[in-house]
Each structure stands twice: as C-alpha cells, then as structure tokens.
C-alpha cells in the first residue's frame, strides 16, 4: 500500500523552528519529486515547497523563502521541511505529497501546476505565545 506519513508538527512560539518529515512507504521516492502544502482554517491549500527526485531543483513560496528550507534522503525514503523563524501565520495543516516526475528540474518548472498523485494526511503546525 503506497503511503506517505507526516510528524513533526506540534506547537511553538513565534520565531521558533520545527522540522517535518515525510516518510514514504510502499514505492521508492526516487522516482517523484515530493511538495509541502497548507491549508489553514477557512484558507484554500497553498503549495509552500518542492523539491525534484535529485534534488536538482527546489521552489519555495514567497512566503516562506529564506525561513523554509526542503531537503530529501532517498535512502532514507523521507523528505524534510526546515522551517525557521516561525510566525502565527504559518499556522496550518501541513501536508506531503508525491508526483511521478523524472525530471531533476521538475520543481523550477511546474512546482504545483500539475495534480499530484499521493497525499499524506497532514500534521498540525500551531505557532502561538
């Protein structure tokens, strides 16, 4: 059964860090490149990071850039979101997901622009004094 398991939320102060994981089970990640998505209450889904099967190419929403940072260990089988400098409004459901995609460049291309194929069922980031 192909799926994909997210830890690492939890709650912390404004400026704090926390690290996410994505773990994949039953496929090899080799083959897809992997994004990070939020939704948080009343909001649509934002797609927040991508990274490609190589890590050849990586993409950050505005938002995030220069406090998120996306890293992968195929042998590992996981994919990780650094994110620093938290603030109230990163404040969502975080969710992994995986797209079949064998180009290193995937992500500096498409990043969200096309239907992801598996999605984890989301870990709950709450950053509050």
């Known amino acids: 059964q192909l799926q994909l398991a997210e830890s690492g939320g939890g709650l912390v102060q404004p400026g704090g860090s926390l690290r996410l994981s994505c773990l994949a089970s039953g496929f090899t990640l080799d083959y897809y490149a992997i994004g990070w998505f939020r939704q948080a209450p009343g909001k649509e889904r934002e797609g927040v990071s991508c990274i490609s099967r190589y890590s050849g190419s990586t993409y950050y929403a505005d938002s995030v850039k220069a406090r998120f940072t996306i890293s992968r260990s195929n042998a590992r089988n996981t994919v990780y979101l650094q994110m620093n400098n938290l603030k109230p409004e990163d404040t969502a459901v975080y969710y992994c997901?995986?797209?079949?995609?064998?180009?290193?460049?995937?992500?500096?291309?498409?990043?969200?622009?096309?239907?992801?194929?598996?999605w984890g069922q989301g870990t709950q980031v709450t950053v509050s004094s």
């Open positions: 997901a995986a797209i079949k995609a064998l180009s290193d460049y995937y992500c500096s291309q498409y990043a969200f622009g096309t239907p992801y194929d598996y």
